[in-house]
């Protein structure tokens, strides 16, 4: 008898541990995002998928560039709590995180996490529901119940974000197999906080355009993208 419950007990463990990573995103078969630095912008790039080593990459990088001042988001998402981790830690540090050309699933969770944020004109957002690998040994019951805590945190990350109720629904009901994409100028009109970056401006008003105050009611803010 103490014998099956010892096998039932590491079963459980075993189920829990999987279902863990599992919560966190899975790490198979995950590519791995670049992590670049140009020290002469104060700019950390991230380009790719969010895989298993962007998280001590990124962590390196900042450690190694101590004056970085934003982070620039290329990537059509991945691993979720290390995108969430990653989003805090650059609150800490105090940088900007701006999103160009397209910001996806796990990449939108460190987006929302920031305090401050930018888009270009181009750039998209795009929302669906959480999913699990389907290699995962997991049962099928607390697969589901994984992807709808996933979906529960995706939720509250974009509520306190300032995401509307709106956009956070149409989000949520779109499948994992697909995508629904949001434009800067949609989620200005829903009320998003966000610096929109505009085209360059002529010299003479660079120094204005620069200078336009962050929007601190809702909304986003047309400025000129940085030099």
């Not at 460190?110 to 049962?139: K, N, Q």
């Not at 697969?143 to 990350?157: A, I, K, Y």
């Amino acid at each position: 008898m103490k014998r099956s419950l010892a096998w039932i007990a590491g079963g459980v463990v075993l189920a829990m541990s999987t279902a863990a990573a599992a919560a966190a995103g899975s790490a198979v078969d995950l590519e791995n995002a670049t992590v670049t630095v140009s020290e002469a912008e104060r700019t950390l790039y991230v380009d790719g998928v969010f895989g298993p080593e962007l998280e001590p990459d990124v962590r390196a990088a900042v450690a190694r560039n101590p004056r970085l001042e934003r982070v620039v988001l290329r990537s059509p998402g991945g691993m979720r709590a290390p995108a969430i981790r990653i989003g805090e830690l650059f609150n800490r540090r105090g940088m900007t995180v701006r999103v160009e050309g397209r910001c996806a699933s796990a990449c939108v969770l460190l987006f929302a996490t920031a305090r401050s944020r930018e888009m270009t004109a181009d750039s998209r957002i795009g929302l669906h529901r959480s999913s699990l690998d389907p290699d995962l040994p997991i049962p099928d019951a607390l697969r589901q119940q994984l992807m709808e805590r996933n979906d529960r945190e995706t939720d509250e990350v974009l509520r306190k974000a300032g995401f509307s109720s709106r956009v956070i629904a149409m989000g949520a009901a779109t499948p994992s197999s697909t995508m629904t994409w949001f434009t800067p100028g949609e989620l200005q009109t829903e009320g998003l906080p966000f610096v929109l970056l505009g085209p360059r401006p002529m010299p003479a008003a660079s120094t204005a355009s620069a200078q336009a105050p962050a929007s601190s009611g809702g909304g986003a803010t047309l400025v000129a993208a940085p030099r």
